[in-house]
Nanobody, 122 residues
Framework: QVQLVESGGGLVQAGGSLRLSCAASGRTFSSYSYSMGWFRQAPGKERELVAAMSWSGRRTYYADSVKGRFTISRDNAKNTLYLQMNSLKAEDTAVYYC?????????????WGQGTQVTVSS
């Protein structure tokens, strides 16, 4: 089993920055090469994949809406995933979830965190 805990959310003005963290733990986490990603879900909208990264870090994915503003990174020694969010917009307001899966950048992820709220005021 894998546990994921997000942190770093909060209230920020438009144009500001936030850095989200996702700490992973569990007996199997160190035994497999997990892809990890950040999803978000705004009120009344479907959950969307924002960014994802392979275990090695060599492969990444970004949604068009965040390209050039968000940067995903990971520190495998610390079992931690990050999302640096710059130039935030009101439309970035959502609950952000961390996810992990043993497959390489899958469409569906197996393990999920509880989420952290990001609110961008305009």
């Amino acid at each position: 089993q894998v546990q994921l805990v997000e942190s770093g959310g909060g209230l920020v003005q438009a144009g500001g920055s936030l850095r989200l963290s996702c700490a992973a733990s569990g007996r199997t986490f160190s035994s497999y090469s997990y892809s990890m990603g950040w999803f978000r879900q705004a009120p009344g909208k479907e959950r969307e994949l924002v960014a994802a990264m392979s275990w090695s870090g060599r492969r990444t994915y970004y949604a068009d809406s965040v390209k050039g503003r968000f940067t995903i990174s990971r520190d495998n020694a610390k079992n931690t995933l990050y999302l640096q969010m710059n130039s935030l917009k009101a439309e970035d307001t959502a609950v952000y979830y961390c996810a992990a899966d043993e497959k390489l950048l899958p469409k569906e992820y197996t393990y999920w965190g509880q989420g952290t709220q990001v609110t961008v005021s305009s």
